[in-house]
């Protein structure tokens, strides 16, 4: 089992329509964690981290985090085109040892966003 | 320019052949890493420093080695390239003290990438 799996994709989803990315991970004593975006191409870029259990919104998008079943999750409401991109989930480790201060990446989930 | 550079953005070699990329900074960071990102395996870690002193091995590092000669600069290389090298790499940097919880990583910033073919 990887550490860190996203749902398959690709995702495909019209215009103004709620993009949903999910990841599960399997070190239940992860601390922190972070979507980034990566466009065609480039490198990636984080767009959202989360500590706590709950929601965080930043603009048209939310992170949720439910650390008891081992889960985030990335909400992009009204989508748009200029969102077709790799996501990738990231988890850091446990605080502490040596595997402090790395970050562990899912595969990725492709969104294409179709006017 | 590019905070974290990388060179050569693209190299074609052959098997048995020697590599190195190099990767520099001027973020002014401690924290340097090396990925490789193949399609469908998401960014795995090579390696990895903290520090000028410190080295540590990630989750794929065997065929590479690594020097960070500076505190700006980081170097992969791999002695003996093989096909299956072939991949994407990222080198990418962090700053602990843009650490918002008490003991794990924040953003990491990306270069743009070497691309690498080994026939």
């Known amino acids: 089992q990887k550490e860190v799996e996203q749902n398959s994709g690709p995702l495909s989803v019209p215009e103004g329509a709620i993009a949903s990315l999910n990841c599960t991970y399997s070190d239940r004593g992860s601390q922190s964690f972070f979507w980034y975006r990566q466009y065609s191409g480039k490198s990636p870029e984080l767009i959202m981290s989360?500590?706590?259990?709950g929601d965080k919104e930043d603009g048209r998008f939310t992170a949720q985090l439910n650390k008891a079943s081992q889960y985030v999750s990335l909400l992009i409401r009204d989508s748009q085109p200029s969102d077709s991109a790799t996501y990738l989930c990231a988890v850091a480790a446990n605080a502490g040892g040596t595997s402090y201060g790395k970050l562990t990446f899912g595969q990725g989930t492709i969104l294409t966003v179709h006017p | 320019d590019a905070d974290v550079t990388q060179t050569p953005r693209n190299r074609i070699t052959k098997t048995g052949k020697r590599i190195m990329l190099e990767c520099s900074q001027t973020k002014g960071h401690d924290r340097m890493y090396w990925y490789r990102q193949d399609p469908g395996l998401g960014l795995r870690l090579i390696y990895y420093s903290f520090d000028v002193k410190d080295i540590n091995k990630g989750e794929i590092s065997d065929g590479y080695s690594v020097s960070r000669q500076a505190q700006a600069k980081f170097s992969l290389s791999l002695e003996s390239a093989i096909p299956n090298q072939t991949a994407l790499y990222f080198c990418?940097?962090?700053?602990?003290?843009?650490?918002?919880?008490?003991?794990?990583?924040?953003?990491?910033?990306f270069g743009e990438g070497s691309r690498l073919t080994v026939l």
């Open positions: 990418a940097t962090s700053d602990p003290a843009s650490l918002t919880q008490s003991a794990n990583t924040g953003e990491l910033f």
């Open positions: 989360i500590y706590s259990n």
